[in-house]
């Protein structure tokens, strides 16, 4: 009783409609109905085109998505921008024109269900779950009430098992070890009365280390991912089942999987489960300090439209440069500072200060994370002759939890000129004030100082006042103190007399760093202030 462009599976079998037309065989976007064989479950579906999560499909791979969740008739509806769904009101697909399209008809579905928010049976967010021998499943659990309304989709309170011969089950109950060798069987999961269940097939698969090389320092412990794929799936494992060995156990250390830098060095490291071994490259990087200069300013080139002459990099001391340029109006101009820098070991945050003396719309700078292509960061509303901060997180280049994207490189800093208030003819500088990597917590380089060391004491610590005293044989009247909050950002600098005593004014909770420079070296612990 549907009209769409094409039955496109009858009976579990794909028509000829998905191939004798050049709509239904190209890849596109999709939307689609179907129905389960026994008539009683509607099955809608839509596909993105060209989103950040899909590539789009043709109809057949349409067909098999469904028939997978058990759709056994399906038909193809519209596509393009017509290709949305909402769920309770908000769009979750990404539309063709990038917002909604008003068409003239669509499903609407509803429940007329009394309301329930009691479990009363699970289900598993997987279809007909095929896993890798060994392999480590954490799975979403999705909770129906009695009347079969999804009021749940992510449960938190439950508990895994299965029968011994299809694999293991950790003792909090919620990840599922795979069996090693190749089986299948139900996985069952329980939250209070309401139960569900999945078939699991255990199948051999290639495994992999999910990065050939990575780097480690003391701040940010790696736990040693090891993958492999079924189809479009990646299953993981769990680091700490795996045999591992260090070539050179002085560069690092790894305990129960997980992977922590000792000293700088190069090594390589070998894990080991089943028949599988992988090798990986293991480069430590720890940095001396909290904060330390992203590069030195030398060796840097420019480019600009022609109209812009002189254009130079000049460092002018204590991590700072000058950018210098002789201004002439022309067609969208800008001046851009260019040079290859990968930055070093694992910093939390790139901090630049700028001070501009001419308009500057926007900034941009080329960034790129290991493996990955170039991207582009813009910050806009700089202000003449006032300091500007930018200050960005690596995650923001990186992604979350992706040590495969260090080092991290940087290719140039791009100042795009505005035209109202600039003098043609004139001379302008872009004072770089700072160019820093910061590392956030001490245990990125540098072993904490504890109260109590005769070669520098802090006290009181935890600090519930504004008055810091500083002792110690490596503690000089005349030493630089400078304090940093947790981001890097500087909030005190003076020099320390012969009292010892740092006034830190009213600052906010948390952790800062303390740096004490002087011709004893540079001394740096943590403080916490409450």
């Known amino acids: 009783m549907l009209t769409g462009n094409a039955l496109v599976m009858r009976e579990g079998k794909l028509t000829p409609r998905n191939e004798n037309e050049a709509y239904n065989s190209q890849t596109y976007s999709r939307s689609g109905i179907g129905m389960s064989q026994d008539g009683k479950t509607l099955y809608l579906i839509v596909i993105d085109y060209k989103s950040s999560t899909s590539v789009g499909t043709n109809t057949a791979t349409m067909c098999y998505i469904l028939k997978q969740a058990g759709a056994w008739n399906v038909a193809n509806m519209d596509a393009g921008g017509s290709a949305q769904m909402m769920l309770r009101g908000k769009l979750v697909n990404n539309p063709a024109d990038g917002k909604e399209r008003p068409v003239s008809n669509g499903f609407m579905i509803f429940t007329n269900a009394p309301e329930d928010n009691t479990l009363n049976s699970l289900a598993f967010d997987n279809y007909n779950l095929e896993v890798p021998s060994y392999s480590c499943f954490e799975p979403t659990i999705l909770g129906y009430n009695s009347y079969g309304v999804l009021i749940d989709t992510d449960v938190q309170e439950f508990t895994l098992s299965c029968d011994a011969s299809l694999g293991t089950i950790s003792s ?3 990840k599922f070890y795979a069996s090693p060798n190749a089986t299948s069987g139900y996985l069952h999961v329980t939250s ?9 097939t255990v199948k051999e698969a290639d495994i992999v280390m999910k990065n050939s090389e990575i780097i480690a320092d003391k701040a940010h412990p790696y736990s040693l991912e090891v993958i492999s794929h079924i189809g479009e799936n990646t299953f993981t494992y769990d680091p700490s089942s795996l045999s591992w060995s260090i070539e050179d156990p002085t560069v690092c250390k790894i305990e129960n999987g997980i992977l922590t830098g000792i000293k700088n060095g190069t090594t390589n ?4 489960i089943g028949n599988f071994s992988g090798n990986m490259k293991v480069t430590v990087e720890i940095p001396e300090s909290p904060k330390i200069p992203a590069d030195d300013f030398s ?13 130079a990099v000049t460092p002018s001391g204590n991590n700072q440069a000058i950018l210098g340029f002789t201004y002439k109006t022309g067609r969208l101009p800008y001046v851009e500072m260019d040079k290859a820098i990968t930055l070093y070991s694992i910093p939390d945050t790139l901090r630049m200060l700028i001070n501009s003396e001419i308009p500057v ?3 941009q700078i080329a960034c790129k994370a290991n493996g990955d292509k170039e991207q582009y960061l813009e910050y806009e509303g700089i202000t003449v002759n006032e300091d500007y901060l930018i200050s960005i997180p690596l995650s923001d280049i990186t992604g979350e939890n992706n040590r495969g994207g260090f080092p991290v490189s940087l290719n140039y800093i791009k100042f795009y000129i505005n035209t109202t208030g600039t003098i043609s003819g004139q001379a302008y500088k872009i004072h770089i004030k700072e160019f820093s990597l910061v590392y956030n917590g001490i245990e990125s380089g540098i072993d904490e100082t504890v109260a109590g060391n005769k070669n520098m004491v802090v006290y009181p610590n935890p600090i519930t006042g504004n008055t810091l005293f500083l ?4 503690i000089v009247p005349g030493s630089l103190i400078r304090i940093y909050d947790r981001v890097g950002a500087l909030i005190l600098e003076q020099l320390l007399d012969e009292t010892g005593i740092v006034n830190i004014g009213d600052q906010q909770p948390g952790v800062y760093i303390v740096n004490v420079q002087n011709e004893l070296g540079t001394h740096v612990c943590k403080i916490v202030i409450q």
């Open 172 to 174: 909090d109950g919620k």
């Open 471 to 474: 002792q110690g044989e490596n």
């Open 192 to 200: 209070g009365t309401a139960t569900g269940k999945i078939k699991v």
């Open 361 to 363: 719309s926007k900034i």
């Open 299 to 311: 060796g840097w080139t420019t480019k600009s439209i022609s109209s812009i002459t002189d254009a």
């Open 269 to 272: 490291i070998t894990g080991s």
